[in-house]
Structures are given as C-alpha cells and as structure tokens.
C-alpha cells in the first residue's frame, strides 16, 4: 500500500499546467518508480502526486531547419538511441543512454570517472553525465536525499576533473546556464516546462550536448 495524499493523473500538457496550478504541492512523476518505492518504505508518504505519464506530447526527438534537436522529457532512453535523427546526428548521446546506469550510479565518485574513461566514452558525453549527476544532485538535495544528493555531486565532481571539464559550483548555477541558453533560443517568454516545474526542455544543436532538466523516471 502507498500512504499518498491524493495522485492526479494528467491527461496532457494542458491537464498538466491546470493541475499543477491547482495542486502546487504535489510532486511531479513521470514513472514514478523511485518515488512510489521511497513512499511504501515511509520516506515520501503522505505527499500529493502528480502524474505526467500520459503526456504524450513530451515525448519524441524532433529537429528544426536550424538543426536544433529537441528530445522531450519522457522520451525514454530505447527511444533515444533508436531514433534515426540521434542515430545520424549525435549516435555518441545514443551510445550513452546505453550504459547501465544503475550500475554506474552505485559507483564511487573516482570509479565512476574510472570506468566512463575506460569505456572510451566521448567527452562530449562525459559533460553531458557530469552536468546530469550535479542536476539530479539539486533535485535529491530538495527531495531531503542529502547523502545521496551528496554522492550525484561528488560523482559529477569527479567527472569534470578527470576530463578537465568547467563545471559550475551548484545545481542551481548550471540550471540557471541551461535556462538562459534555452531561452536565447526560445521564442516563448515561459516554456510549459517551467510552469510543470520541470525547467526548460533541452535544445540540443547537431555540434553541442546538453543535459536534459529531467529527474523522475
């Protein structure tokens, strides 16, 4: 059984923002998995949930005539390294997707920069994981996750200095440096990302990988 205040159920991105304008207190799921496991062992119980699984809107890879690639945040990871415009584009994001990553995540900060240079990942990539784990980092450290938020970051730390990458100070900095090049190519002044509580969708042109603003899966 799940000690849940109440679980919404978004029908699309619409339903979704009505919900959330609603029901500011609930958290957002897509699959849910983690959060319903943390909720039956008592860790979340009691919290209002809102689920986005049904959207289907956000899920898909798209890309403009500028050659700006657009990977919605519930496109899964088959999905991406399937998807014929990641395969002719950027195939090394496909390849990444790939790699087993609970078991990655189970590492130590310094094994998991061992085994990410061991695998001849490209540095592309190797960002791309860095800038993720200090995200995920901000979203656990908000969830009261403080041991495991401080692990993503050691993890990310560990990555930027194996690879020599600029990675900034906190999740909130790089969420900010993600939003402000999202927006410079935006032409909307509020995405419907933001009013999910989600962030911005990524905009990943054809040359440069950035991290999705996704949490939950």
Do not use: W
Request: negative net charge; hydrophobic residues 45%; charged residues 25%.
């Amino acid at each position: 059984m799940y000690d849940m205040a109440a679980l919404y159920q978004a029908a699309d991105v619409q339903d979704a923002i009505r919900l959330r304008l609603e029901h500011p207190e609930a958290q957002i799921i897509a699959g849910g998995t983690d959060v319903l496991v943390q909720m039956r062992e008592g860790k979340r119980a009691g919290k209002a949930l809102l689920s986005i699984q049904r959207c289907d809107e956000m899920r898909g890879v798209t890309i403009d005539e500028e050659e700006n690639i657009r990977i919605g945040s519930l496109t899964s990871f088959t999905h991406i390294t399937n998807d014929p415009i990641i395969q002719r584009y950027i195939n090394v994001l496909g390849e990444a997707v790939d790699m087993d990553g609970a078991a990655l995540l189970s590492l130590a900060p310094d094994s998991v920069a061992s085994v990410v240079q061991v695998s001849g990942v490209d540095p592309r990539v190797s960002e791309y994981i860095a800038r993720s784990l200090l995200l995920a980092s901000g979203y656990l450290a908000e969830a009261g996750e403080g041991d495991l938020s401080a692990l993503r970051a050691e993890q990310a730390r560990a990555l930027a200095e194996a690879y020599d990458l600029d990675l900034p100070d906190t999740p909130e900095e790089l969420a900010t440096l993600l939003d402000e090049a999202d927006a410079a190519l935006a032409k909307d002044a509020e995405s419907t990302m933001d009013v999910l509580g989600y962030g911005t969708e990524p905009v990943i042109p054809a040359n440069t990988i950035e991290a999705p603003l996704d949490s939950d899966r």
